[in-house]
């Protein structure tokens, strides 16, 4: 008897065991603060999948973002569709706000939470579908993103049990509310001041999960912040629409006087390296190409003013482009995914300058008269060493030449060099005050 005692101690043990080690397990917290791009959908998708694997207690993304794109957003809600953990979206601090993929986000989610001071709503969708333009055509288009949006949002309102109304509202009327006003119309489940309260109100709540539920035991359970990795934080930061648009106009800047002064080299390195890093970027924002086409076009206008004397309407052909190019570069109209005219309007303005400063000095520097080099000897002015009858010496340029003159010379008179035929010079007796005062080797 004590033998099967023993046994079946052991056997209850080594069953509960694993769900010991279930019920131990960590809060996952998952921040975006900022604009939901390609990035921020790897992470946070990493993350829930990382956390299934670890059976973690619950995953929580905080939330602060003006929105982002469809493709990004739909890749966050279909991991949170598949995750066993339940996910909570809470939008926190104060001030902070879910607005428009933001929204569909905490929608989706199995526990929507926000604190006080923040705002869910406007999301109607905004050019997500790429494009722009007008007319019959573009409304039509925009009539069905809109349609699919409602749907999409409703459906995922529909089963999470939420305001399927207030939702369909917020894509259709971009409606927005508090969060007060969310908790009151149930968009939102709960309101929570801080992630510690969250913790302790979700406590023995009862989560509804695909094919069933599970009670949440969140009380002293570790939390665990997770970060991006180093190559997502670098994309993430260049993936600012506003820094991207820096590096690549820096980029075609740097190749710009790389290309007009041959040998300059750092412009070239920085330029080149600055264009990569901005193409690589440009696959995780809403790129206009034809935007970018206008732009390189303003930059080939400008190099060619160098060689071809326009008068500068090269200059100005190449200035509008840039500036066309540039309000067109980003093609979205969420002002999240925007290059900002704060950032756009100095960028081009000192493009332009750099691009006319360099086209100056280059038609300076061509009208410089070349004194170095056999051209530069022709019309200097030099001294005779050895009397020339017709050969003798002449001392120009800082070097002793062997030089003939169709007339004598005494030594010491001054001469001005006619042309040079290998390694000897004609010259002519300087008639003029200004061949006498003209610069001497």
Known sequence: MTILRQILVTFLLFIAYPLSAFASGEIVV????????????????????????????????????????????????????????????????????????????????????????????????????????????????????????????????????????????????????????????????????????????????????????????????????????????????????NVVYILMMLGLVGLYLELSNPGLILPGVIGGISLILALYAMQTLPVNYAGFLLILLGVILFIAEINVMSYGLLLVGGTISLFLGSLMLIDSDDPAMQISRAVLYPTVAVTTLISIGAVYLATRSARLRTTTGSEGLIGATGVVTAELNPGGRVFVHGETWNAESDTVISGGEKVVVESIDGLKIKVRKASSPREENSAQG
Request: net charge neutral; charged share 20%.
């Open 30 to 241: 998952v921040r975006i603060d900022g604009p939901i791009n390609p990035v921020v959908g790897e992470f946070v998708t990493d993350e829930i999948t990382q956390a299934n694997g670890v059976a973690a207690e619950l995953i929580v993304i905080q939330m602060n973002t003006p929105g982002g794109l469809d493709t990004s957003m739909r890749q966050i809600i279909k991991a949170i569709e598949n995750s066993k953990v339940p996910v909570v979206s809470y939008v926190s601090p104060g001030g902070s706000r879910a607005a428009s993929a933001g929204t569909f986000i905490t929608i989706a989610s199995h526990i929507a939470a926000m604190a006080p001071g923040t705002n869910i709503g406007a999301a109607h969708p905004v050019n997500l579908m790429g494009g722009g333009g007008g007319g019959e055509q573009a409304k039509t288009m925009e009539e069905k993103v809109v349609n699919d949006a409602s749907a999409y949002i409703r459906s995922l309102a529909e089963q999470r049990g939420r305001n399927a109304y207030w939702a369909e509202l917020s894509v259709r009327k971009s409606a927005s509310v508090s969060a007060e006003e969310a908790k009151r119309l149930n968009v939102i489940d709960l309101i929570a001041a801080n992630l510690d309260g969250l913790v302790l109100a979700l406590d023995g709540r009862e989560v509804k999960m695909n094919g069933g539920s599970d009670i949440l035991h969140t009380a002293g359970k570790q939390i665990v912040y997770k970060e991006m990795n180093r190559r997502q934080k670098i994309l993430d930061v260049i993936s600012n629409p």
